[in-house]
């Protein structure tokens, strides 16, 4: 199994709609991220949670929600999904040191 | 305000050559590290290496090298005797020491034609 894995892979979902983006890791790590890559950005930061209870805003929060329900696990939400939320989602972990990120094999999300 | 910038959008180059991959960078911290990670076409992200702003040693691993150069602030990549494994899209990344605001730059994608 992947240390950490993101589901679903692919998402085509409609304006207007709830969704939520799934990340489960098995390395043990405190601390998870949700990131988004688009053309010509690189990746940006959306949300990042130090351990269960610590949740912070990363540069583009706007329109996204996230829930850290446990250690392992670390969704994101788009309360009302459109058009210029499409995009790759990745998910990431890394230990205090930051030895280097892990990241999810990512989400590809499609709004129309 | 942190910033990396990746000059080159795209390079191309032919199997064996050498090619070097910038990457500036720009942060008031005195402390941060420094990443280079990598992008196959298959799409999950690689973590390659990490550098903090104390230790300028150049480092080689195989046919990958980086130069950091506190003075000028780069953090440069070269492979040398490219493959065609090699291809990928390549993002360096900063972050400051005590917090985990990692910003990336946009990303160099290498094409490694046989």
């Known amino acids: 199994d992947a240390d950490v894995t993101q589901t679903p892979r692919n998402r085509i979902t409609k304006t207007g709609k709830r969704i939520m983006l799934e990340c489960s890791q098995t390395?043990?790590?405190?601390?998870m991220y949700w990131y988004r890559q688009d053309p010509g950005l690189g990746l940006r930061l959306i949300y990042y949670?130090?351990?269960?209870?610590?949740?912070n805003k990363g540069e583009i929060s706007d329109g996204y929600s996230v829930s850290r329900q446990a250690q392992a696990k670390f969704s994101l939400s788009l309360e009302s999904a459109i058009p210029n939320q499409t995009a790759l989602y990745f998910c990431a972990t890394s230990d205090f040191d930051m030895r280097g990120y892990t990241f999810g094999s990512g989400t590809r999300l499609t709004v129309v | 305000a942190q910033k990396v910038t990746q000059a080159q959008t795209e390079i191309s180059v032919v199997e064996k050559e050498d090619v070097t991959l910038d990457c500036v960078y720009e942060?008031?911290?005195?402390?941060?590290?420094l990443f280079w990670y990598k992008q196959p076409p298959s799409g999950e992200l690689v973590f390659l290496i990490r550098r903090n702003s104390f230790d300028e040693q150049n480092e080689i691993s195989g046919r990958y090298s980086w130069n950091f150069q506190k003075s000028t602030s780069s953090f440069n990549f070269t492979i040398t005797a490219s493959q065609v494994v090699d291809s990928a899209v390549y993002f360096c990344a900063l972050s400051p020491y005590n917090n985990n605001d990692m910003r990336f730059g946009a990303g160099t994608r290498l094409t490694v034609k046989p």
């Open positions: 390395k043990g790590h405190d601390r």
């Open positions: 949670s130090f351990d269960v209870k610590d949740i």
């Open positions: 942060t008031r911290d005195t402390t941060y590290y």
